[in-house]
């Protein structure tokens, strides 16, 4: 595997990991963290999953300021075991999936700058510890993520790390959940996006699907804006059963024959919750 060859910075461990060093981040680093954390907590209650406003409560993380990785991984470990690891940016797949697989979250020390507001190419602290950490305060979905870290182990080691990698984007980062009748917000790429926030969950534009593992690894993605389409899944326990209790090998070996879905399409076995206009993406294409 070429990334066994990668070796981390001189600054960072041989897992990759750096010291936060809390005590340097400066009054604007925290003043950033205080704004963006007010414009979600101000419309999250109602959109995002009840677990994930336990979690910020458990983590004491509506405190003001970027936290402090030490107190949170203290709240953090008695409730599931889980810590948060500081890296110095995107790690390679085999160093992340192994973290995960010891309940360790790895996270960016760095904050966004007022002008990357609403957009940045790399995952700041904000996205990592804001959008991902609250979540592993549920029982369920924590084991959802290290059974996803092995999984990765698995997977990397049958050259299947990007159909696994598509089941961490439309369920981590970009999941959807049913809550009581309601759709309801999970993934951390949507939770920590103001924009995202709204759009999927309110705007007509993108496909609402239901959950469906093997059609999910087989589609898709877009990296540059609002999704086109999300999965619903009925319930963390539905999602963690449905993934770490069955054997992807067989799957693997179906994914490897077939082309991918592209993002929008509608497959008839799909169990569409929304069949969305696609107003949004087709107005952003050059005719
Ligand atoms: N059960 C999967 C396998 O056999 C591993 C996995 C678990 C993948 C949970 C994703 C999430 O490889
Ligand atoms: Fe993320």
Redesign the pocket.
């Known amino acids: 595997m070429s990334t066994d060859l990668i070796t981390p910075p001189a600054h960072a461990s041989a897992d990759w990991t750096i010291p936060q060093d809390w005590a340097a981040y400066t009054p604007g680093e925290h003043a950033m963290w205080d704004r963006l954390f007010a414009r979600q907590a101000a419309m999250l209650p109602s959109r995002v999953v009840p677990a994930f406003i336990d979690g910020l409560d458990v983590l004491r993380m509506t405190r003001p300021g970027i936290p402090d990785f030490d107190e949170l991984n203290a709240r953090l470990m008695k409730a599931t075991g889980w810590q948060v690891v500081a890296v110095p940016g995107l790690v390679p797949e085999e160093v992340f999936f192994d973290h995960l697989a010891n309940r360790r979250f790895v996270a960016g020390r760095f904050i966004r700058t007022p002008d990357q507001l609403d957009y940045l190419q790399e995952?700041d602290i904000f996205?990592?510890v804001f959008?991902?950490v609250p979540l592993l305060v549920h029982p369920v979905f924590a084991d959802y993520m290290q059974a996803y870290g092995e999984g990765g182990l698995r997977a990397a080691k049958m050259g299947m790390i990007d159909a696994l990698a598509r089941l961490y984007w439309y369920t981590?980062?970009f999941g959807l959940i049913r809550d009581d009748g309601a759709l309801k917000l999970y993934g951390?790429?949507i939770v920590s996006s103001y924009g995202e926030s709204h759009f999927a969950l309110d705007d007509p534009s993108p496909h609402r699907i239901g959950f469906d593992l093997e059609r999910i690894m087989h589609t898709d993605y877009r990296i540059d804006d609002y999704q086109q389409n999300y999965f619903v899944i009925d319930s963390f326990e539905d999602l963690l059963h449905q993934t770490r209790d069955a054997d992807f090998g067989p799957l693997y070996d179906r994914l490897r024959a077939a082309p991918l879905i592209p993002v929008a399409e509608i497959l008839p076995t799909d169990k569409v919750l929304h069949a969305g206009t696609q107003a949004y993406a087709r107005a952003k294409v050059p005719a």
């Open positions: 995952p996205h990592d959008g991902h981590v980062e951390a790429g």
